[in-house]
């Protein structure tokens, strides 16, 4: 095998590089040295451990993308990939005429439809497939075909990811959740071990990933979701009665969220989004049961003033913008949201 094949690879999966003491390898320089200079370089390890059978072969094919799936032990969601975020990468492969980095892909059994599977290189595949279908239907797909068992596939995945800024913290985060079950047995320290990390880091992101989909439905795309406000938003959950709090927030911003979408609005920003779900808690105990909603614009339209048995009061906000139409669907919406949490005028 080409000596740049191997070093890519055994690169990939060495173990003798050492990491910061609370965070993960900082993204390296473009092309093939940042490729390399984001992984482990204890090169001579690497190599002895290909010849031992960790890592048995190393070979260089071009293949038709369509006879390739895509690991899902991967982090990078295949899914969301779109032209747009791909585009760079499209062009450099029109560019070079070719694709020039090699994926890395493993030989799969009892697949019919498929030959290999993709472990590290998923936007490269997505890229070429795209082309195929885009005027450039002899393009290649160029991997090197490596025997990998699960746990180094992870680990020569995880460690090409580091180097993506559009693997986004959340993702990486559930990706070493199923990861640490799947792989390690839930001891998180062996884990943090084998991949190098600092065991705090690493604790972190598992907390981040254990955020429930209705908290990350209130960003506007699950790629906001970054570890220091994710640890944030997590550690403020652990308080039941504030996550019941924060959650009925999580609600507002994702009805928010998606009305600003569907007028083709800018989202509310990250920061915001944050604060609002953080401060939530404070704001309630200051109002203590009222019930707020908002217009897209953040302004106060409708609050529940009193909710308990004998009925509901409600204030309607003059300023808010809305006309008569809009605060009687205002009003009827949070009649729903409140009936749906047993708070409605039908319990």
């Not at 998923?122 to 885009?134: D, E, G, M, Q, Y």
């Not at 008569?324 to 919406?333: K, Y």
């Amino acid at each position: 095998m080409a000596r740049k094949q191997s070093d890519y690879l055994a690169a990939l999966l060495s173990d003798e590089a050492p990491q910061p003491a609370d965070a993960p390898p900082a993204p390296a320089e473009r092309g093939s040295d940042r490729l390399r200079g984001t992984t482990l370089l204890g090169r001579e390890s690497a190599l002895a451990r290909v010849a031992s059978g960790e890592v048995r072969q190393v070979t260089q094919l071009l293949l038709d993308p369509a006879r390739i799936r895509i690991w899902p032990g991967n982090a990078r969601s295949y899914a969301h990939l779109t032209e747009a975020s791909c585009r760079e990468l499209i062009d450099s492969i029109i560019a070079e005429g070719g694709q020039k980095v090699p994926a890395v892909v493993r030989r799969v059994e009892g697949d019919a439809a498929h030959d290999y599977e993709v472990i590290a290189g998923t936007r490269r595949h997505w890229s070429i497939s795209w082309l195929r279908a885009h005027s450039y239907p002899d393009m290649m797909f160029v991997a090197q075909v490596a025997t990998l068992d699960d746990e180094a596939a992870f680990r020569l995945a995880d460690l090409e990811n580091r180097a993506r800024a559009d693997v986004s913290d959340l993702e990486r985060a559930r990706n070493y959740a199923a990861a640490l079950k799947t792989h390690y047995g839930n001891h998180a320290s062996r884990m943090a071990d084998r991949l190098k990390l600092s065991k705090g880091w690493l604790s972190k992101m598992l907390r981040v990933a254990a955020l429930p989909d209705p908290i990350v439905a209130a960003f506007a795309s699950p790629g906001d979701v970054q570890l220091k406000g994710g640890y944030a938003l997590a550690q403020a959950l652990d308080d039941r009665a504030d996550a019941a709090v924060i959650g009925g927030e999580a609600k507002v911003l994702a009805r928010e969220q998606q009305h600003r979408r569907d007028k083709g609005l800018p989202p509310i920003a990250t920061a915001d989004v944050l604060r609002r779900l953080i401060d939530a808690p404070k704001r309630g105990k200051e109002t203590k049961d009222r019930f707020v909603w908002t217009t897209p614009h953040g302004r106060v339209a409708v609050t529940a003033q009193t909710i308990n048995r004998q009925g509901v009061t409600m204030r309607l906000h003059a300023g808010s913008g809305l006309g008569n139409d809009e605060m009687a669907e205002m009003v009827r919406q949070a009649l729903r949201e409140l009936e749906a949490d047993g708070r409605g005028l039908q319990r």
